[in-house]
């Protein structure tokens, strides 16, 4: 099966900085790669997504890049505010089905 | 559009009791999936469906079974529940075999004791 790792697990950043997740895989068969945010208590939402043929995708402040070589995707955050605040997690899909990573936990310091 | 509806949204089971977990779409989607999240950890499938009549297992099956008897709803049961099945569980339905449009219910939370 997949195997998925984020990091960092955890992120604090200042309000205005810019916030960087990344998150690897392992099946080389995997071709869309999603990134989902979910605040305390609700469903996981997606924010963004990007498919195998391209490299970037920016929607506003969010960004995410791929590299299918390297097997890792990343998710880019620039001027923080505090709504910015929860967990997000990448979901590489192959198969059928996500396979979510573990999550990193964004903090927006005021 | 009710979207993704889970039943019920709360529940206490003693261990070794049995339930049953509803998931039902209103999007006419023919990919359906069970996932548990335990604290600080990410999602992980249980069980999927592909259409109707059809289940799969997940990365974490064990002390569960699904049924697909009808297009709309997939059903999680527990035969004999565990504390280890004190988890959050999400159901999830899909339109495409790409990966696009997943959309979550709001999830169950469960509690054994």
């Known amino acids: 099966g997949e195997n998925v790792e984020q990091h960092p697990s955890t992120l604090s950043v200042q309000e205005g900085d810019s916030a960087v997740i990344k998150c690897t895989y392992s099946?080389?068969?995997?071709?869309?790669f999603p990134w989902y945010k979910q605040e305390l208590g609700k469903r996981p939402q997606l924010i963004i997504d990007i498919r195998s043929n391209v490299g970037e995708k920016k929607d506003q402040r969010i960004a995410v890049t791929l590299n299918k070589t390297a097997k890792h995707f990343s998710l880019h955050i620039t001027e923080t505010q505090p709504e910015d605040s929860a967990v997000y997690f990448c979901?590489?899909?192959?198969?059928?089905?996500?396979?979510f990573g573990a999550g990193t936990t964004v903090t927006v310091r005021a | 559009n009710a979207g993704v509806t889970q039943t019920p949204k709360f529940r206490v089971l003693k261990t070794g009791q049995s339930m049953t977990l509803l998931c039902a779409q209103d999007m006419n989607h023919e990919y359906m999936y069970w996932y548990r999240q335990d604290p600080g950890m990410g999602l992980r499938l249980i069980h999927y469906?592909?259409?109707?009549?059809?289940?799969a297992k997940g990365e974490v099956p064990d002390g569960y079974n699904v049924s697909r008897l009808k297009k709309q709803n997939f059903l999680l049961g527990l035969e004999s529940a565990a504390p280890s099945q004190t988890s959050v569980y999400f159901c999830?339905?899909?339109?495409?075999?790409?990966?696009?449009?997943?959309?979550f219910g709001s999830g169950t939370r469960l509690t054994v004791v």
């Open positions: 999830a339905s899909s339109y495409s075999k790409t990966g696009y449009g997943y959309t």
């Open positions: 469906s592909v259409g109707e009549g059809t289940t």
């Open positions: 099946d080389s068969a995997s071709n869309y």
């Open positions: 979901a590489p899909f192959n198969d059928y089905k996500l396979s």
